[in-house]
């Protein structure tokens, strides 16, 4: 064989090998695409200008400002629930956000996981006149998050003190509720 010929044979061979590389990440994308999952089969809506999506974690998930969310409910299924007061998020942007919970840490929890990247930390708070080892704050001063059994589900905000009452099966509603409050979603 020629130098010429062993020149030719190599370059042919080159060309297959891309053409197969290039076929194989072809038949990659598709199959992914067509064999994934997708979101075909998924609960989607829109609120507000607003696309909740759920996914196959039962949560609705939705992006405001850049950022993730994902709640347990969608707008539509907490209307029921009423929040007196003028809610921001603005007001939380890097400052402390100090919570006080009766019974139910998962209320807490579902909103300080919404929050999270937005305040600038969160701590467990006692008001003055209570018995605890965490920090003594008030409303005219601190961003509080008050959550309290109740009868009956409501969200009131009083200074910077935002109460949140849920009764015995809307906890969680409520949370979600105060999160799409504070959002302008609702």
């Known amino acids: ?39 075909g089969n998924l609960k989607k809506i829109k609120y507000n200008n607003v696309d909740f ?4 974690d039962g949560k609705w998930h939705f992006t405001i400002l850049g950022k993730e969310f994902s709640t347990y409910h969608n707008p539509n299924e907490v209307k029921n629930i009423t929040a007196l007061g003028n809610f921001s998020i603005e007001d ?8 006080h ?8 929890d579902e909103i300080l996981y919404n929050l999270y990247g ?6 467990n708070f006692c008001f003055s006149d209570e018995s605890c080892d ?17 009868q009956n589900s409501l969200i009131t905000k009083n200074d ?3 109460y949140i009452y849920f009764n015995e099966t809307e906890g969680l509603k409520v949370a979600d509720a105060f ?6 979603i609702t």
């Open 101 to 108: 919970f009766e019974n139910d840490k998962e209320i807490q």
């Open 1 to 39: 064989m020629t130098k010429e010929e062993i020149e030719k044979k190599e370059l042919k061979n080159k060309r297959m090998i891309g053409i197969i590389i290039v076929v194989l990440m072809v038949l990659s994308t598709a199959g992914y695409a067509f064999f994934s999952g997708g979101t």
């Open 179 to 184: 999160i799409f409050k504070l959002l302008k």
């Open 134 to 150: 965490w920090v003594e704050k008030n409303c005219q001063e601190d961003n509080l998050l008050i959550i309290k059994k109740s």
């Open 92 to 99: 939380y942007y890097n400052f402390p956000l100090y919570t």
């Open 160 to 162: 910077k003190c935002i």
């Open 118 to 123: 937005i305040y600038s930390r969160a701590n």
């Open 53 to 56: 999506l759920l996914l196959e």
